[in-house]
């Protein structure tokens, strides 16, 4: 006797999935002047920042993450660490693919951060968006990333762009959500006071809530760099030059000691960013003042 | 300039969605409790009618939960009521534009908060300007004036101190400086002293009080300590499940409470107004063994800086007391220690009040002894703690 019936689904509808393809090309190419602007913007943008970093002497990168892990951690031994860390990167000749990783994960978070701060202030305000954007903010973080890629290579073709439209919509989420937690977690005495003394919204914002949430929302963007940072291998599938297409590369291959080489700098790249803006983050906390 | 400075009339404030139905109920003179049950709605405030002379200290007393906050909220609009008007200097803060009300805040109230509502991101100085900041002052007139605020409240010297690094008392200070540096015609204060503990809190009493009487502010003033209410106020309003119960000078208010609620609340006055010994004893320094040597005991005395020593047993049961005089008579001719503790020594309990005590601690020698019921040495009270207490 044939079950199989009692082990699959009996009703299915027909997703006619070529339309929609179509359709979306069909937009993508209907406003392709808007998104070829976008899509330049980006590129050069990115350029800009590459550009930036590979004129920068090598010695002068090495001193500078020295000086900020000194400050950040107020040991001379972290400084000499990082440095080290980052001199690796270099030794294994991979200094020109992690600037141009570099240049796309930092647009990348700029441009999460020019989205998401706004945003995560219009959350903190209004518990109706809150309510209608908070499972947009699950979808984002929870969706196979891979997804984001098909639609960004439709709408801006493969290279740095896609790969930063990419990385914005999967970094953006925690400092959005923790702008809008951090706003939220003032205490409500403090911006009653602020209120009662006639500040206007504005004032409010910047004066008071901002500069109290600060930890918080630097945490956020801690979290986003971080999140950015694991977009670089991803991104590389979609054309993103630099230390993750050394990885994908390798795959491909299947040459070890190559994948394994830039996955670690891909790794030690990720500590610098992370470790340096904390100690930066939790010092600013410290110093306080107006 | 009439009297009055502050007027509601038939002010209520109602928390939820049927709030029509509340009203309907409550003017059939339903409870707080009826109405929450019937209709889901919390009636922070119900039908207040209050007249607020200039000048005054205006105290409004209540338990927690009678609509204090709220009351005191909506003479600054951070709450709007639901129904009624309030009238300050004639002018209906009900009817104020945002912009007005912005003006509003500026210019003739200011808040002071129970938890002090301070930004740690700013210092004391940051602090103080912020009101005159916002209203868009300059930051040389607006410091001026912030740093005779502080000069006010006797902070002088500690402009640049971050709000962290100050105590309780402090804090709540410069949350006072930062209400007067607006120059305000009405200081609201919502509990400011609440938080604080009771020597630190009569300080602040003692200086609201002169401030006040020197700069001539109408003070409105919220407790739920009547103790508090009647030493601060001119008049004291007395509030009970959003409704207002009476109102009347603190003498008045003694002398002819308006119902069994108010005398109760009276009466707790005359207790809380007691201190007890809990509250003023302190720890003794040291203490020593009845069969700890005479040697040890001069090097215990020498090394504190003291004159007599505790006796105490294992148990910290108390023994006597060992005076210098007599430890070294005792060494010079060789006594043993136990012959020469003075056993007969003044004792108290834990819970007596100060008052009761006092004719003791002033008479006797040493400080008296604070033991439980098995003897046991639980603190000393010295005779300049007793008289500072009164202070
Ligand atoms: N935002 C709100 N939503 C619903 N109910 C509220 C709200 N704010 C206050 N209430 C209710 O209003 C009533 C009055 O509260 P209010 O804070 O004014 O009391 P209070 O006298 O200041 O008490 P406390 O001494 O605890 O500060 C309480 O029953 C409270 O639960
Ligand atoms: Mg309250």
Redesign the interface.
Same mark, same amino acid.
Request: hydrophobic letters at 35%; aromatic letters at 10%.
């Given at each position: 006797m044939n079950v199989d019936w009692l082990f699959d689904f009996p009703y299915r509808i027909k997703l006619n999935t070529d339309a929609i393809d179509k359709a979306v090309r069909g937009f993508a190419a209907a406003y392709s002047a808007f998104f070829d602007g976008i899509k330049m913007t980006l590129t050069s943008f990115v350029g800009a920042i590459n550009w930036v970093l590979s004129h920068v002497p090598w010695f002068i990168l090495v001193a500078l993450v020295f000086f900020l892990g000194y400050k950040g951690h107020k040991k001379v031994r972290s400084g000499i660490l990082y440095s080290i860390l980052l001199c690796i990167i270099g030794i294994f000749g991979l200094w020109s693919l992690m600037n141009l990783t570099l240049s796309i994960v930092l647009a990348g978070v700029i441009v999460a951060l020019l989205f998401g701060l706004p945003i995560g202030v219009l959350l903190s305000n209004s518990e109706h968006a809150n309510r209608l954007i908070r499972p947009l903010l699950d979808m984002m973080q929870t969706m196979p990333v891979f997804v984001y890629l098909i639609p960004a290579v439709i709408f801006f073709g493969m290279g740095s762009a896609s790969a930063v439209i990419a990385t914005v919509i999967y970094a953006m989420v925690p400092v959005i959500r923790l702008t809008s937690l951090g706003i939220r977690q003032v205490?409500t005495?403090?911006v009653?006071?602020?209120?009662?003394?006639?500040?206007?919204k504005l004032?409010l914002l910047f004066?008071?809530q901002v500069?109290?949430a600060?930890p918080t929302i630097m945490a956020g963007v801690n979290q986003t760099l971080m999140m950015a940072m694991s977009m670089v291998v991803t991104c590389s599938m979609i054309g993103a030059r630099g230390l993750g297409n050394e990885v994908l590369i390798a795959v491909n291959r299947i040459e070890i000691s190559r994948g394994f080489i830039a996955g670690s700098a891909v790794v030690i790249l990720a500590i610098l960013l992370d470790r340096l803006t904390q100690g930066w983050f939790s010092e600013k906390k410290k110093e306080?003042?107006? | 300039m009439s009297d009055i400075i502050v007027e509601t009339r038939h002010v209520s404030k109602l928390y939820g969605i049927r709030r029509e139905d509340a009203m309907r109920m409550l003017r059939k003179g339903a409870t707080k409790e009826e109405v929450l049950k019937e209709t889901g709605v919390t009636t922070a405030l119900y039908d207040i009618s209050l007249q607020i002379p200039r000048g005054k200290i205006f105290v409004i007393i209540g338990l927690s939960g009678s609509g204090k906050s709220t009351m005191i /909220?909506c003479f600054?609009r951070?709450h709007r009521p639901t129904s009624g008007t309030i009238l300050f200097d004639g002018v209906d803060l009900m009817k104020l534009s945002k912009q007005e009300? /912005?003006? #509003?805040?500026?210019r003739k109230?200011?808040?002071v #908060?129970?938890? #002090? %509502?301070?930004?740690?991101? /700013?210092?004391v100085l %940051?602090n103080v300007a912020?009101?005159l900041?916002?209203?868009g002052m300059a930051r040389g007139e607006r410091e001026q004036r912030a740093r005779e605020a502080i000069e006010l409240v006797s902070l002088k010297g500690w402009e640049e101190a971050?709000i962290?690094s100050l105590s309780g008392g402090m804090r709540q200070r410069v949350g006072l400086a /930062?209400a007067l540096a607006?120059d305000p015609e009405v200081l609201?204060m919502d509990e400011p002293f609440s938080a604080l503990d009771p020597l630190v809190r009569k300080d602040m009493q003692f200086e609201l009080l002169s401030i006040q009487r020197r700069l001539g502010k109408t003070v409105i003033f919220i407790t739920h300590d009547i103790d508090e209410a009647f030493r601060l106020g001119d008049m004291v309003a007395i509030m009970r499940d959003g409704r207002l119960i009476q109102v009347d000078t603190p003498e008045g208010m003694s002398t002819k409470p308006a119902n069994d609620y108010v005398r109760r609340f009276i009466d707790s006055a005359d207790k809380s107004k007691v201190l007890t010994v809990r509250n003023i004893m302190i720890t003794p320094v040291s203490l020593i063994k009845p069969d700890d040597g005479i040697d040890h005991a001069l090097r215990v005395m020498r090394s504190n800086a003291i004159s007599s020593v505790y006796v105490v047993d294992n148990q910290m049961k108390l023994t006597g007391i060992l005076t210098l005089l007599d430890a070294v008579r005792a060494k010079r001719d060789n006594i043993e220690l136990s012959k020469i503790i003075l056993k007969d020594i003044a004792k108290t309990s834990i819970d007596a009040s100060v008052e009761e005590i006092m004719p003791l601690a002033v008479e006797s020698p040493y400080p008296l002894t604070v033991v439980d019921e098995e003897q046991r040495l639980l603190g000393i009270v010295t005779k300049a703690s007793v008289l500072s207490s009164l202070l």
């Open positions: 205490n005495e403090v009653e006071a602020a209120r009662s003394f006639g500040s206007t004032q004066k008071v500069p109290q600060l306080g003042g107006e | /909220r600054n951070l009300l /912005r003006e #509003f805040r500026r109230v200011a808040m #908060f129970q938890s #002090f %509502g301070l930004m740690n991101h /700013r210092n %940051g912020y009101g900041e916002v209203s971050m962290d /930062r607006n609201l």
